[in-house]
């Protein structure tokens, strides 16, 4: 059997033709296009979250929910990535991504409290 290498068209990875659709894009990058809509609500839920802890708000109604969410992500990528641990590491990496951008987000809304300024959060944008 022939490995043609091929280039993804989204992230420029080369992988075999075997492993592209129709469009050139590598499984990763079909499986990330497939979950985007559960990742932006999972960054919705954990941006809603945030502001409930701060404000000392119950949320475990909210944790229950990111639980689920989570699972259902994990659950397509499985789905569509044969590699159990790569699949793993991409739901790591679209959820931590979805963290960071709606920790980001919420910092920007926050007021920093006098003396206590956000310096992490906005020295990295
Ligand atoms: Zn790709």
Known sequence: ?????????TCSAEVNSAEVDVAIRCSLCVARALVAQLVSEYERLWAKRTRYRRRGAPHAA??????????????KLHE????PQRAGELLNQLLSE????????????LVPRFGHELVGEGARA
């Open 80 to 83: 569509r990535i044969r590699n």
């Open 1 to 9: 059997m022939t490995a043609i290498r091929v280039v993804c068209r």
């Open 62 to 75: 909210l944790e229950h929910q990111i639980g689920r969410l989570a699972v259902r992500i994990g659950g």
């Open 98 to 109: 979805a963290r960071q951008r709606a920790d980001s987000s919420g910092g920007k809304i």
